[in-house]
């Protein structure tokens, strides 16, 4: 169920159309004011900013789907290691992601929807 229950979209079946860059990176570095240079991977200020901003949407989707609680230990868990290395991040974000839990199920369908014009209200 995890990998199969959403078709991949056969114009955009790898994204490779966008070159380096996914629109979704463009509009999270827009919304968030940071240049194309400020990546926490060369900027660690950068992470517990980006952690947080990403725990309030783990939350904010919990509650629009009903699993508050379940966003909340989400993102506690996350919110854990805002002051660690960008690579203890990413781990935790793997962890996350593996979870039978809504947010793989959110997340798989939301990047499957990247770059599509229809669709864009959802993935902004």
Known sequence: ERFVDLPVDSARPFGGQYGWVSPFIIEIRRALGLSENQ????????IPMLV???AQGIIAEGKSMGK??????????????????VEDVWKC??????LESFLYKILNKTM??????EDEQNWQ
């Open 39 to 46: 990546l926490p991977s060369n900027n660690p200020e950068l």
């Open 52 to 54: 947080e901003k990403a």
């Open 68 to 85: 508050e609680q379940e966003a909340n230990k989400i993102a506690k868990i996350l919110t854990a290691q805002k002051n660690n290395k």
């Open 93 to 98: 974000c793997v962890y996350l992601y593996t």
């Open 112 to 117: 499957r929807l990247i770059g599509s014009k």
